[in-house]
């Protein structure tokens, strides 16, 4: 990656050719497309290793949950993560204005700028985490309470939540710094930390759940204590190793934290992916509402099934960081058309790796579902059919996550809101709403309603990028601290 203190005005600040105005030839044309795919896939690997590091010790997890807690246990920890991913909305939100700004500014050249944006960005997102920490964990029976569960599950689900709403600080304390680092070009680092949390994840399940090594068998408890030890040991470490300089993003100079026009520029590219992923979480969970109405091996069977096709939509997750800190790189760097060609190429890697292994995973579901030593047959029946919609949709997921990522990286966040709202509220809540109570279908009408959500998502997206309106989402003026 070329260190854009190191850049003399022909390249950008990712090392792409800057624009000379005039015409390219065609093996210019080649060269730099080339390139392009080159550096997206340097800054996805890592990323997809990431993630499929993380999914797999989420299968090992939920297998060990599985053996030791049963359904009751699956679905449970299905209920308290969906409560969890909605507490992690407001620190994603922080870390969207992170990565719009951080991508800007590298691009631009200005890495004291980029090292600002993400200590003010930490110590945001680190307040907003304590303000609503014990909230959440005086009202976890209360949260739990809307899911409508048996007292078993029920029970187990508030544990949980408590554990999580503890988490929340040190969540934010990870991802934080990883979101400058991922902006920046840098997903080694991040992928080294990713991979420390799930090993520590791993073995503090297998601990204090399996009861393995004469570790005392905690239940639902040792699955949250589990969450808490792998944040906070990565985030120790990487809060050392951001100080003492060994991060490509620095800690920065000191003074000008707080700025008020920086803060500004956060909340206001933040606040809408905030509020699309409080509409993500909200809608998800009416989703999981009606799944539970249909019983415990309906909702165990959505978890399992989500877990596993993980490992296929979240090599997505890949696509969009890169297209992401490419937009935004390139945008800092004044080569709107280059940012467009860059979310494009990474729209198109995205379509046929995600496209590829879903397939494989859709083709081998019932295998896959009794390695994790699931056994009742209801819910492996339920888990194959859920797989199968999903796994239907996988090159419309491609599309949500590399073009949703393309114009936040632009600043462009407000369109990705009105997306989910229409896609996810409009056409999965509202066809799950006639399924399940107009004409009383079974549940596997429940599970096909995502497929009209993904895709009104993905035209709308798609259209948005093609209008071009997100090259301006951002104008400097806007951007400069002042």
């Known amino acids: 990656m070329v260190d854009p203190a190191d850049n003399d005005g022909t390249t950008t600040g ?13 093996t210019g044309a080649r060269s730099r497309g080339t390139g392009t795919t080159r550096r997206i896939w340097e800054l996805a690997w890592p990323v997809i290793v990431t993630n499929l590091a993380q999914n797999v010790g989420g299968i090992v997890s939920l297998a060990l949950v599985s053996e030791a807690l049963g359904p009751e246990g699956i679905a449970a920890r299905n209920v308290g993560m969906r409560v969890f991913f909605t507490l992690e909305v407001f620190v994603m939100a922080v870390a969207t204005g992170t990565t719009a700004l951080v991508a800007r500014a590298w691009g631009a050249g200005d890495t004291e700028e980029a090292e600002r944006v993400g200590r003010t960005s930490l110590w945001l ?16 029976p209360s949260l739990v309470g809307v899911f409508d569960l048996d007292a078993e599950t029920a029970e187990m689900a508030t544990t949980f939540v408590r554990w999580a709403g503890g988490g929340t600080v040190l969540f934010a304390i990870n991802f934080i710094p990883m979101a400058s680092l991922r902006a920046a070009g840098d997903t080694i680092r991040p992928m080294f930390f990713g991979l420390v949390t799930s090993v520590v994840s791993i073995a503090t399940i297998y601990l204090f759940v399996a009861g393995a090594l004469g570790a005392p068998r905690l239940g639902m408890d040792g699955v949250g204590l589990s969450m808490i030890l792998s944040f906070a040991f990565s985030g120790v470490l990487m809060l050392v190793l951001w100080r003492i300089g060994w991060l490509v993003v620095g800690w920065g100079p000191p003074g000008d934290t707080f700025n008020p026009a920086r ?16 509409v993500f979480s909200f809608g998800l969970g009416a989703f999981i509402w009606f799944v539970a109405k249909y019983g415990t091996a309906a909702n165990a069977a959505y978890g399992i099934g989500v877990d596993i096709l993980a490992m296929s939509f979240l090599l997505g997750i890949a696509f969009s960081i890169a297209a992401s800190t490419l937009v935004g790189q390139q945008l800092g760097a004044g080569d709107p058309d280059g940012a467009e060609r860059a979310g494009w190429r990474a729209l198109w890697l995205a379509l046929g790796i995600m496209s590829a292994f879903g397939a494989v995973l859709v083709g081998f579901a019932e295998p896959i579902i009794r390695a994790l030593n699931v056994t009742d047959p209801e819910t492996i029946r339920l888990t194959v059919a859920f797989m199968w919609c999903l796994g239907s949709v996988q090159p419309l997921m491609a599309i949500e996550f590399t073009i949703g990522g393309a114009l936040r990286g632009a600043g462009d966040t407000r369109f990705p809101l009105y997306a989910v709202m229409t896609g996810l509220l409009g056409a999965r809540i509202g066809g799950a709403l006639v399924a399940w109570g107009i004409f009383e279908a079974d549940v596997e009408w429940l599970y096909a309603a995502l497929i009209p959500d993904y895709i009104v998502k993905a035209v709308m ?8 309106v997100w ?9 400069a601290p002042r």
């Open 14 to 26: 990712d090392g792409f050719p800057r624009d000379s105005g005039t015409a390219p030839s065609e």
């Open 125 to 140: 997102s680190v307040g907003v985490a304590l303000l609503i920490t014990l909230p959440v964990i005086a009202s976890a």
């Open 263 to 278: 803060m500004r520029m956060l909340i206001k590219i933040g606040l809408p992916a905030g509020l699309e992923q409080f």
């Open 461 to 468: 997206l798609i259209w948005r990028f093609r209008s071009g």
């Open 471 to 479: 090259k301006t989402a951002i104008r400097e003026d806007d951007f």
